[in-house]
């Protein structure tokens, strides 16, 4: 299956996350293995003739990084898991090729014939996420650049309130990343890649 782009959330809730982002821009994604992830039933199958076979060694010699499809852009829930309840980002992404970027899918009962398929299956619960991943067996080290990033969406938590500042004012949290959001926009201004801040209202139209 062909994608053109896809996405990737990150939190920026202090200095160390700002770093972590600033080194994906210049180094690439961080690839992980199956047991780095945050869902304890990945990798778990029904074992069927074809997959009797099959250990841990097997899935975890495999780097994997996720991505999501485009809308996800829209999805409260992953603005919610993975960017910090919007006090984060969402990075865009032109992908060079798909070789090595696979499709999900979503089944309580799936019974996969090989390893690649038991690491792209997931259950119904995760669905939300439309994910996509890297999946490579041959790559060396731990960061992977799948593409070009073109823009960097910034979550703008209760900024569309009439109450905003007020809020604000009471949240330490919110104020730093506020700061750290205005750092990582002079950084993407360096780099020319385009950012703009998301806008909440669009959530579920």
Known sequence: MRIKKLYKFRKLENCKDLERIKDIVDNGFYCN?????NDFNEGVYTKTEATLKINIEDKIKYKICSFSAEEVLNCELMWGHYASAGKGIAIEIELDNNDDIKH?????????KNTKEILTHKTKIWEYEKEYRYLSE???GNHVKI?????????TPYENLTNSDEIIEKSLALQIYHKLR???QAFCSEKN????NYDF?????
């Not at 293995?33 to 992830?37: A, E, H, M, Y």
């Open 33 to 37: 293995n199956i047991l780095d992830f």
């Open 104 to 112: 999900v899918d979503y089944d309580n009962s799936f019974k996969p």
């Open 138 to 140: 041959q790559h060396k």
């Open 147 to 155: 593409g070009r990033i073109v823009k960097i969406h910034f979550g």
């Open 182 to 184: 205005t750092e990582l």
């Open 193 to 196: 890649i385009e950012f703009c």
């Open 201 to 205: 209202h669009d959530l579920n139209n």
